[in-house]
């Protein structure tokens, strides 16, 4: 704000009122125009976000809630989390520790997972996404045609739209017939980008949009072509959504959906139900080697390592159940070696194992409650930055409206 001296011209909005907005907003589930109309009506809203008294205009213009996002952006929000988890125990005092072991008055826990939020795209389909670049190409050509008065070339649109449409009219088209689609619309595909080709080679420039669209296909093109001809279904950096290029896909082996779409978020989550991101981003990654520094990250803010760590199987590896055990972690699951044969100490480690998973519960319960009810269910956004910005405010909406909220509940409690 103190950037702009002078008194003419808008006045620059404090940030109170953006961050404010777009928790509102991620929490509600608003769009950017319902925002602006829910703040416009409701006094609570203008409260929130600092206002002195109630006014029936506009606070702001819907259009500024993207340039927020892009400057409230995901490094910015990863800071403003952790000032937020950091400053929950030291205000209400919920969380003693003795000295600089790994042993608390509570247990010392950190629990670590990875999921995926989905991105809104269309399933992706080979003869799908062929035929959209087809039209995204035909469109270019018209462009180009009628912007500088060039004679249309031959596209056979009708006759590839026709053929896309007898394939996705088929209710279970069989391997032949795919692959005859595949290759018939490869050949559209292929025929069109030498046409945008051709005029670009002569000197006609395209729209600045058209630019990202014709890179997007031209390397859609060279994996599909690829794949058909290699006779395989996967390729390095597949792209899924030519309108959103960053997106990949995602195999987790689920039940319900074996691969998905979006962003990979690996989280940790504290004994006081606080979630924090360790890595975030739309190509996979094993989640596995990450926890020694997601361990790390726990000793850097707290001088101590946890008393355990909970985590599924893909963390028990060699290298971190070492370094667990050099470190004084307990780490759940069945200890190496050979079993023990005492009985008391068999009953010991079922409870321990017992209770170890129940703890564990918790950060699917955070994953569930980030997801059904704090927008990380499906984002809808359709830059790389806002994407990856919206998934990392769910996570500080989450810790607002549960961890938080317990704490508070609890202080006011233990002070009545």
Not at 78 to 94: G, M, Q, S
Not at 108 to 128: E, G, K, N
Not at 287 to 310: Q, S
Not at 347 to 362: F, G
Request: net charge positive; with cysteine; hydrophobic share 35%.
């Amino acid at each position: 704000q103190a950037l702009f001296s002078s008194e003419t011209g808008n006045v620059a909005k404090s940030a109170r009122m953006v961050l404010g907005s777009l928790i509102l907003q991620q929490r509600m589930g608003f769009t950017d125009r319902g925002l602006v109309d829910q703040i416009k009506q409701n006094p609570h809203y203008q409260y929130f976000i600092g206002f002195d008294a109630f006014q029936h205009t506009e606070p702001f213009s819907r259009t500024l809630l993207v340039e927020w996002r892009k400057r409230v952006d995901l490094q910015f929000i990863i800071r403003a989390n952790d000032i937020l988890c950091d400053a929950a125990p030291k205000a209400f005092n919920f969380r003693k520790r003795g000295g600089n072991t790994n042993r608390g008055t509570l247990i010392a826990t950190q629990i670590c997972d990875a999921t995926v939020a989905p991105q809104y795209i269309r399933f992706p389909q080979d003869t799908s996404l062929l035929n959209e670049a087809r039209v995204k190409l035909e469109a270019m050509i018209d462009f180009f045609c009628e912007r500088y008065g060039l004679e249309k070339p031959r596209t056979y649109r009708k006759v590839a739209h026709k053929d896309y449409l007898t394939f996705a009219r088929s209710k279970k088209p069989a391997a032949e017939k795919i692959s005859e689609a595949v290759k018939a619309q490869l050949g559209y595909v292929r025929r069109d980008l030498a046409y945008v080709e051709g005029f670009m080679h002569q000197g006609y420039a395209p729209l600045m949009k058209q630019v990202d669209n014709y890179i997007t296909i031209h390397a859609l093109y060279q994996q599909q072509q690829y794949m058909f001809d290699n006779k395989t279904h996967k390729v390095e950096n597949r792209i899924v959504s030519i309108s959103q290029p960053y997106v990949r896909p995602i195999v987790r082996g689920k039940t319900k959906a074996p691969t998905e779409f979006g962003a990979k978020l690996h989280l940790s989550v504290d004994e006081n139900g606080f979630g924090r991101i360790e890595s975030l981003s739309f190509n996979a990654f094993n989640e596995g080697p990450m926890l020694i520094e997601a361990l790390n990250a726990y000793k850097y803010r707290n001088h101590c390592f946890p008393e355990r760590v909970l985590v599924d199987q893909i963390y028990r590896t060699r290298a971190n159940i070492r370094f667990c055990k050099e470190n004084d972690i307990r780490i759940n699951g069945p200890k190496l070696g050979r079993p023990a044969k005492d009985p008391t100490t068999i009953h010991k480690d079922r409870k321990m194992a017992n209770q170890d998973n129940t703890d564990r519960i918790e950060i699917e319960r955070y994953f569930s409650t980030a997801k059904r009810r704090n927008g990380m269910g499906l984002i809808n956004k359709k830059r790389e930055d806002t994407s990856l910005s919206v998934i990392a405010m769910s996570v500080m909406v989450t810790n607002i409206f549960g961890s938080f909220k317990s704490a508070i509940e609890e202080y006011d409690l233990k002070t009545k």
